[in-house]
Structures are given as C-alpha cells and as structure tokens.
Antibody, heavy 120, light 110 residues
Framework: QVQLVESGGGVVQPGRSLRLSCAASGFTFSYYAMHWVRQAPGKGLEWVAVISYDGGDKYYADSVKGRFTISRDNSKNTLHVQMNSLRAEDTAVYYC?????????????WGQGTLVTVSP | QSALTQPASVSGSPGQSITISCSGASSDVGGYDFVSWYQQHPGKAPKLMIYDVTQRPSGVSNRFSGSKSGNTASLTISGLQAEDEADYYCSSYTSSDTLVFGGGTKLTVL
C-alpha cells in the first residue's frame, strides 16, 4: 500500500533553515509528481510546491518562492524540501502528497505530516 | 495565487443533502476541469474525495459527487451521515502550473 512518511520537523529560530524529507513506499516513486502542502495551526491547507516525476520541473507558491527548494532522489524514493530564511508564518504541519497522474494536479495520497515551529 | 472561496460552515441533518461551493476565477476553476475535493477529520491528514471535477477515487462513497459551472465548483453529499462531519477543502489547478486551495468548510451533522 502507498505510504508517505515525513520527517525533519522541529523548532527553529526565525531566519534559520530546515530540511524536511518524505520517504515513499508502496508505489513506483519515479513515475509520480510530488507535492508539499502545509497547514498552519487551526488554519486551512496551503499548497507549497510541486516537483515533476523526474525533478525537471518545479513550481512554488509565491509565499515561499526564493526561500524553499523542492527536490527528489528517485534512487532513494525520497522527497525533500529545503526551507531557508524561515519566518513565523511558516509555522505549520507540512504534508507530502503524491500527485494523481492526471493532466492537472491533485493529491491522491498524503503523509501524516511533520510539524515545523518557527519561534525565537 | 488567491485562495478559492468556500463558505466557512455548512450543516445538515442525517439523511439530508448538502452542497459546498468553491468559487475561483477563469485562471483556475473556470479555466480547467481539474477541481478536486478533500475531507479532513481533526488531527488527520486530508483524504481525496473527488478529482477532475466529478471523478470519485476507488473506495469513496457514491454519496459524494462533484460538479462545476463557470468559475464555481460544488461538492454535494447526499444521505448525510455522522461520519461525514469534517472539514472540506476544494482545490484547483491554475494557469501558473500551481495548485490553489479553498479556505475550507466545516461541515456539521446536526
């Protein structure tokens, strides 16, 4: 069965960096685009970034463009997001999600999320 | 990348039907048949309920259905059940090759 397990969350000071990872199993990882989606405490879902199946295309939300970098290692079935210059408003649960292989984007499987807290 | 507009809350009694709307623009909802809907119970990860406006993933009850007219998409839940009480989010592919979510709707089953 499809499994996505995020890791790397924690408490970090404003302006510092953090790298999240997502270990994928139960499907052919290299066939699928992958997303990061976040959810601030008590708030709604916010899309963060997507990477194509081969890593050749990457797109970002305006709120993280220039600060976050999405990447993948298909040999290790792993998705990453490097988060730099973190701000208080980046505090959220970060989910990795598999894209549904359609012509547009949708997230058909989600991990359980990892919490990132940006605080002095 | 403005968020799609959803009502903050809707409610219904068991057995009734409810509809949640999701309003966007011609650059997202209106321009593509790539609207999806997610259900999220408290403390849980979201679950895909509808994709490509009307399509249900395997295992999702046929009580859930989706539609779209112009720049507004809708999710209808028929035969409301207690376990349907959750937050619901719409999302759409956009002309910028990104994804945008709605603000979410809290469904209360009375």
């Amino acid at each position: 069965q499809v499994q996505l397990v995020e890791s790397g969350g924690g408490v970090v000071q404003p302006g510092r960096s953090l790298r999240l990872s997502c270990a994928a199993s139960g499907f052919t990882f290299s066939y699928y685009a992958m997303h990061w989606v976040r959810q601030a405490p008590g708030k709604g879902l916010e899309w963060v970034a997507v990477i194509s199946y081969d890593g050749g295309d990457k797109y970002y939300a305006d709120s993280v463009k220039g600060r976050f970098t999405i990447s993948r290692d298909n040999s290790k079935n792993t998705l990453h997001v490097q988060m730099n210059s973190l701000r208080a408003e980046d505090t959220a649960v970060y989910y990795c999600a598999r894209d549904g292989l359609g012509s547009g984007y949708y997230c058909d499987f989600w991990g359980q999320g990892t919490l990132v807290t940006v605080s002095p | 990348q403005s968020a799609l507009t959803q009502p903050a809350s809707v409610s219904g009694s068991p057995g009734q039907s409810i509809t949640i709307s999701c309003s966007g623009a011609s650059s997202d909802v209106g321009g593509y048949d790539f609207v999806s809907w997610y259900q999220q119970h408290p403390g849980k990860a979201p679950k895909l309920m509808i994709y490509d406006v009307t399509q249900r993933p395997s295992g999702v009850s046929n009580r859930f259905s989706g539609s779209k007219s112009g720049n507004t998409a809708s999710l209808t839940i028929s035969g409301l059940q207690a376990e349907d009480e959750a937050d619901y989010y719409c999302s759409s592919y956009t002309s910028s090759d990104t994804l945008v979510f709605g603000g979410g709707t809290k469904l209360t089953v009375l």
